[in-house]
């Protein structure tokens, strides 16, 4: 192996610069959210203390935090289940080459590209004007599925476009039905690009907030209710819950990944038993 | 094969109902709703159907409008200049000077995980860091650099550009890696035995190559920063405005037709832009 260059430093610099830069601010209010309990939104420190999270846990003056956080919770769940399932619908029909496949893929692009405000207001209009009441669950729900499925389509095209057809052909060879082809050979391939799509649907929409903002009704998600504390809240909680949210993506986020790990290194350890000739 | 497409057609649109479905209400009809509701007319309390070019008249005669799109077309180029820079270079760290696959995938991931916690925790994050009593300022006081608190730091259009920076870097950094990663690399190899140095090869050989990453990322960053309007309310404090801006003010004051109206006319100004960049790539080919 040749040496590193001097280029090789000089570039591995400027990325660490730029990892200090994505998570010092983060870092930074993590560590203000233990600030004592007379001490305000910046350093210095003034003693440590637990005290916001308390402060988190008991009073609700600002609205009703645990609420928000079920909310957005449930509607995660349900919005990353759609957006897996309509996802690998989606990729599947996008093999097939069938007619009109252009004009969605562009519609696709299209949600994509959209300015979040106009899914919002959209999506209020619509609701108001046919006389329905918006909901989390209902025009909530479908406004930030219109986030999440490009980006879970996406990731499914991008893994059909690297699939290996031979094994379809394969399976169906030794006499398997379309069914048992997709359900036992198709899916488990697929199976860790799942966990990906998965992990996009639950974050997106646990975290998404311009296209939920007119449309959630009157029980609110916890980011607005956090977007709604920015404006009144002037303490070192807004931290502690900011800080108390974060590890919560966190863990999620260690949690797929761990799941697509592991599922990775069975598969690679389960793998092939070519050559091994048992017949 | 006539039979066999038509088999496919109709086994592909019944796959695709759910998306379509999806799609229908919640993406195509309320552009439409929008449309239309950008020609009514409003009063205090209501908004009544009609067929008036007004919302639009005013749109157009009013200085503010002018001001506003420059407002945010600068947010788009300046934005776009620097998470081009950063993003590049990262990738390029990543995708040629970081040598085992392990690696790259940590360090990429390590890249990607803000991006899937909040929006709004990452902005306010920046407090502490900008305020007047905050970390940059008592930083440069103490190295004697200003004699007294730098006021623009935070609520400004610095803080502004900083967050979107912030933000969207990730959007450049994820597809320019994607392309780079299917360079040949004996490509580079050729090139470096033609005798072209490592500024030719990356200039000459790395860039052109990159371009569809270039591409897709300028169309996600630039159209999340059109479309924005959270980033500029909390980060200028409300000192500032973009299109976005115009519009959510116009909802919190129940104006939906004037909303409406504006709208469509960043809609039309977004389409417009990613119509020209799409003349420069095939999406459907990088994925």
Same mark, same amino acid.
């Given at each position: 192996?040749?040496?590193?260059s001097?280029s090789?430093?000089?570039l ?13 601010p983060?870092?930074?209010i993590a560590?203000?959210?233990f600030?004592g309990?007379?001490g305000?939104?910046?350093f ?10 308390r402060?988190?846990?008991e ?6 935090i ?6 957005s919770i449930?509607l995660g769940?349900m ?6 399932v309509?996802?690998v619908?989606g990729g599947?029909a996008f093999?097939?080459r069938?007619?009109?496949a252009?004009?969605l893929?562009?519609?696709i692009?299209?949600a994509?590209?959209i300015p979040?405000i ?6 209020g ?5 046919s006389?329905?009441n ?9 406004a930030?599925?219109t986030w999440?499925l490009p980006f879970g ?10 699939f290996?057809?031979s ?8 006499g398997?039905?379309?069914?048992q082809?997709?359900?036992?050979v198709?899916?488990?391939i697929?199976?860790?690009s799942?966990?990906g799509v998965?992990?996009f649907g ?6 998404e907030f ?5 449309v959630?009704?009157s029980?609110?998600t916890?980011?607005l209710?956090i977007?709604?504390?920015t ?7 807004l ?14 986020i260690?949690v ?9 290194r069975r598969?690679s350890?389960a793998?092939?038993?070519a050559g091994k000739?048992?017949? | 094969?006539?039979?066999?497409r ?5 086994s ?5 109902s759910p998306?379509v479905t999806?799609?229908?209400v ?7 709703v =929008? ?13 009544i159907?009609?067929?008036?070019w007004?919302n639009?008249?005013?749109l157009f005669?009013?200085n503010?409008?002018?001001?506003v799109?420059f407002n945010t077309?600068?947010?788009a ?10 993003g590049?270079?990262?990738a390029?760290f ?8 392990t ?6 991931l ?8 909040s929006?709004? =925790?990452?902005?306010i994050s920046?407090i ?5 009593n ?8 103490s190295?004697g650099?200003?004699?007294e608190p ?5 609520f400004s ?9 912030h933000?969207y ?10 392309t ?7 490509l580079i ?5 033609a ?5 030719? =090869?990356?200039?000459n050989?790395?860039v052109?190559?990159?371009k569809?990453g270039?591409?897709?990322g300028?169309?996600f960053?630039?159209t999340l ?6 980033t500029?309310?909390?980060m200028?404090?409300?000192q500032?405005?973009?299109v976005g801006r115009l519009?959510?003010?116009?909802i919190a004051?129940l104006?939906?037709?004037s909303?409406?109206?504006?709208a469509v ?5 977004v389409?417009?832009v990613?119509g020209?960049m799409?003349?420069f790539?095939d =999406?459907?080919?990088e994925?």
């Amino acid at each position: 192996m040749e040496p590193r260059s001097r280029s090789f430093y000089l570039l591995a610099g400027f990325f660490a610069l730029f990892l200090l830069f994505l998570y010092a601010p983060t870092i930074t209010i993590a560590i203000l959210s233990f600030q004592g309990e007379g001490g305000g939104l910046t350093f210095p420190m003034r003693g440590v203390s637990t005290y916001w999270f308390r402060d988190l846990f008991e009073q609700q003056a600002v609205g009703d935090i645990w609420g928000s956080f079920r909310r957005s919770i449930v509607l995660g769940l349900m919005v990353m289940v759609t957006t897996v399932v309509v996802s690998v619908m989606g990729g599947l029909a996008f093999r097939k080459r069938f007619k009109g496949a252009t004009v969605l893929f562009y519609l696709i692009i299209t949600a994509l590209v959209i300015p979040s405000i106009l899914v919002s207001l959209g999506v209020g209009l619509l609701f108001s004007q046919s006389g329905l009441n918006v909901h989390w669950s209902t025009s909530g729900f479908g406004a930030q599925l219109t986030w999440t499925l490009p980006f879970g389509l996406l990731i499914m095209f991008a893994v059909f476009n690297r699939f290996d057809k031979s094994y379809e052909e394969a399976a169906r060879d030794l006499g398997a039905s379309p069914w048992q082809t997709l359900r036992h050979v198709v899916l488990p391939i697929i199976a860790p690009s799942l966990i990906g799509v998965a992990l996009f649907g639950f974050t997106l929409s646990y975290d998404e907030f311009a296209r939920t903002l007119m449309v959630s009704g009157s029980y609110n998600t916890l980011p607005l209710e956090i977007y709604g504390m920015t404006t009144n809240v002037t303490s070192p909680v807004l931290y502690a819950l900011g800080t108390l949210t974060t590890v919560f993506s966190l863990a999620i986020i260690g949690v797929f990944l761990s799941i697509a790990l592991l599922s990775n290194r069975r598969k690679s350890r389960a793998g092939s038993d070519a050559g091994k000739g048992l017949v | 094969m006539q039979k066999l497409r038509e088999n496919n057609t109709l086994s592909g649109w019944l796959l695709v109902s759910p998306l379509v479905t999806v799609f229908l209400v919640f993406l195509v009809l309320p552009i439409v709703v =929008i449309c239309i509701v950008s020609f009514w007319r409003a009063t205090e309390f209501s908004i009544i159907p009609d067929f008036s070019w007004e919302n639009y008249e005013f749109l157009f005669g009013s200085n503010v409008t002018y001001r506003v799109f420059f407002n945010t077309f600068k947010y788009a180029l300046i934005t776009w200049a620097f998470t081009l820079a950063i993003g590049f270079t990262v990738a390029y760290f990543l995708a040629f000077h970081v040598r085992t696959l392990t690696w790259q995938v940590a360090l990429f991931l390590l890249c990607t995980i803000p991006f899937w916690t909040s929006n709004i =925790i990452r902005m306010i994050s920046w407090i502490p860091f900008l305020g007047r009593n905050g970390i940059a300022n008592s930083t440069l006081l103490s190295w004697g650099v200003i004699d007294e608190p730098v006021e623009w730091l935070l609520f400004s259009d610095f803080a502004v550009i900083l967050a979107f920076i912030h933000l969207y870097t990730l959007f450049m950094v994820v597809p320019i890696f994607n392309t780079m990663m299917r360079i040949d690399k004996s490509l580079i190899e050729a090139a470096r035995d033609a005798g072209a140095n490592g500024a030719q =090869i990356l200039w000459n050989v790395i860039v052109p190559l990159t371009k569809p990453g270039i591409m897709i990322g300028t169309i996600f960053v630039v159209t999340l920063v059109m479309g924005d309007f959270v980033t500029v309310r909390l980060m200028s404090g409300s000192q500032s405005a973009n299109v976005g801006r115009l519009i959510s003010n116009d909802i919190a004051l129940l104006q939906y037709p004037s909303a409406s109206a504006t709208a469509v006319v960043l809609l039309c100004t977004v389409l417009i832009v990613i119509g020209i960049m799409l003349r420069f790539v095939d =999406i459907r080919k990088e994925l």
